[in-house]
């Protein structure tokens, strides 16, 4: 019911734009995980080793992280994901 009923707020004054990128092992990227963690590293909150059963969905390694700017966060996001 609270995640039905619950009305989402944002309120663009506060001063962080998080993000959630997941990885998986088997797909190649661009950029590795230690090159996008001595990048962003400031600005990451937690790296993950996501259970198995949760990998799935989410992805073998997760990264949390929070930028003062929207185009931080895309730029970050982006540089996960190629």
């Known amino acids: 019911d609270t995640l039905i ?3 989402p707020c944002y ?3 506060r001063p962080y734009s998080s993000v959630f990128v997941g990885r998986r092992k088997e797909q ?3 950029h ?3 090159w996008i963690i001595e ?3 400031g600005a990451i909150i937690q790296r ?3 259970d198995p059963a949760l990998a799935e969905a989410m992805g073998d390694e997760v990264l949390i992280a929070r930028f003062p700017t929207e185009q931080q966060v895309f730029d970050f996001y982006a540089d996960c994901v190629r």
Do not use: L, T, V
Request: glycine content about 0%.
């Open 5 to 7: 009923d619950h009305e």
């Open 32 to 34: 590795s995980m230690e």
């Open 39 to 41: 990048r962003y590293q």
């Open 48 to 50: 993950i080793a996501m």
């Open 11 to 13: 309120n663009p004054e």
């Open 28 to 30: 190649a990227y661009q």
